[in-house]
């Protein structure tokens, strides 16, 4: 019998990766009649964004690959915590399934980066990311699913974004095989990345580890 729970887990309550650390700021919202103007001081810079009550999903994707690539700490942590309370977690017999699609990634983000603009979702994909435990997370039995639409994100952003934003379940790993699975996976991911074309990815990818170790990939 499964079990689904929506919601922040236990599995997702540590941090997968240390924080990529720049200058800190603080956020004020101005709300207008056909827009939401937020303002980001900085303590080096003043940077004023306005965005429309509605977006594409496209559009929506280009506002995100803005802000992450000037994101903190504190605003990374921000996407961390709004994607776990998204995340849904499924237990099967001995599997865990921790897992969040695409639609609802991109809907978390934007919730944080702009609260009060809408997303017209018109895409056909369904791309899903999630991280299968097979058995006690300790023992390191698991399998990694980065969708198409993260991977490239991943490609643009880093793995470290990557593992903040979207990959934090591998943070309940203790020990040293937390260390292990986390090394492994960022070293397969870069080199994909690396010989990925200018056009991105077009499918997912499925990263198996047994005993902590990598053994291989597959598409989704």
Sequence with gaps: MKKVVTGTSLILSVVLLGAIFVDSGADTIEAHADTTSEAKVNTSSQVSNAYPKFVSADK???IIDNYLSTADAQQLQEIQNKVESVAKTTVDGEDTTVSISDEAM????????APNTG??????SKGKTKIVWHGAAKKGNVDIYISSHMLNVAKKQGFNVLAQICLLPLGAIPGGVGFVVRSALKNALGEILVKASGKGFAKGRVFHFRGAKYKSWSYQ
């Design 106 to 113: 991109q809907t978390a983000i934007m919730s944080v980066i």
């Design 119 to 124: 997303i017209f979702q018109t895409r056909s």
């Design 60 to 62: 929506a994707d280009q």
